[in-house]
Each structure stands twice: as C-alpha cells, then as structure tokens.
C-alpha cells in the first residue's frame, strides 16, 4: 500500500470541504481522532483522514446529527453494517428520509416546469401530492419547450 501524504490543515480544509475551524472543532468534540503533529505543533492529516472528513461532509447532508455519527465513523470498511442492528435500522431511516426529501424536490420542479411550459396555470399545488399525476403528464407533453 503506498505511504499517505501528509496534508496540513490548509490542505485538509480544501480536499474535505471542511472549513479548518471545523476540522478543530471536530477533533474536539471526538468526531475525528485527533491529528497528529509535526514538531513544531502543526497539525497533519492523512488521505484516511480526507476520506473520513468527507464521510462525516456526506452525513451531515442527510441532517444527521454529530453525535449520531460517532457510531459509524468507528466502524471500518470491513466491519458488516447488518451485525449492528441499530445503527442499520437509524441509518435505514435516514437513506428513507432522503428519498422523501428527494421525491419533495421533484415535485417542486415538475411544479416550477409545468408554470415555465403552461404560462403559468395555477391549478397545481406543489404543497402536497395532489397535483403530481397532473403536474407529470402535462410536463410530458411538453417536455423540452419553454414558453
């Protein structure tokens, strides 16, 4: 396996999309181990490290809490998540929430799309499902024009 560069907090904050008080505030709070150090105290990390960073950037999108992570981030990549029935079933409702959101969102768009390509018809409501059969067949018809 080749040797891991060692990256400085700089480069750290750049790769991981974290922001360097962020990095810190994280070692603090035991969410990332803490860093080791080059003799005059600066602080080094890792590619693991990186990939680490950018797991816990991945689950903060799903609206997960900090201390939900802890659980996960001490597995590793050979642990099987199923031998954990707990962490499997809360990480299940996450990647639940997720789709919900993400079917949300669509609706949202077929709802944008449909005033863009109907010259702003008003009878949907992307407030909830009711207009999403409608709001899908009228996008279809017209599915590339811009009114």
Request: hydrophobic share 50%; charged share 20%.
């Given at each position: 396996?080749?040797?891991s560069s060692l990256?400085?907090?700089k480069e750290a904050a750049e790769q991981s999309g974290l922001t360097e008080d962020t990095i810190r505030y994280y070692e603090?709070?035991?969410?990332?181990?803490?860093?080791?150090?080059k003799s005059n105290g600066h602080r080094t990390y890792t590619d693991d490290n990186i990939?680490?960073?950018?797991?816990?950037?991945?689950?903060?999108?799903t609206g997960m809490p900090l201390e939900d992570m802890k659980p996960y981030l001490r597995?590793?990549?050979?642990?099987d998540i199923k031998k954990f029935p707990d962490l499997l079933e809360n990480i299940l409702a996450y990647r639940q929430s997720i789709l919900?959101?993400?079917?949300?969102?669509?609706?949202?768009v077929d709802f944008?799309?449909?005033?863009?390509?109907s010259e702003g018809s008003r009878q949907e409501d992307c407030g909830n499902?009711?207009?999403l059969p409608e709001i899908r067949r009228k996008r279809k018809k017209t599915a590339f024009s811009v009114k």
């Open positions: 396996m080749a040797q990256l400085s907090i603090k709070i035991g969410l990332l181990p803490r860093a080791a150090r990939e680490v960073m950018k797991l816990i950037v991945c689950m903060r999108k597995l590793t990549i050979m642990d919900e959101q993400m079917a949300s969102l669509q609706l949202i944008i799309d449909v005033h863009l390509e499902n009711t207009g």
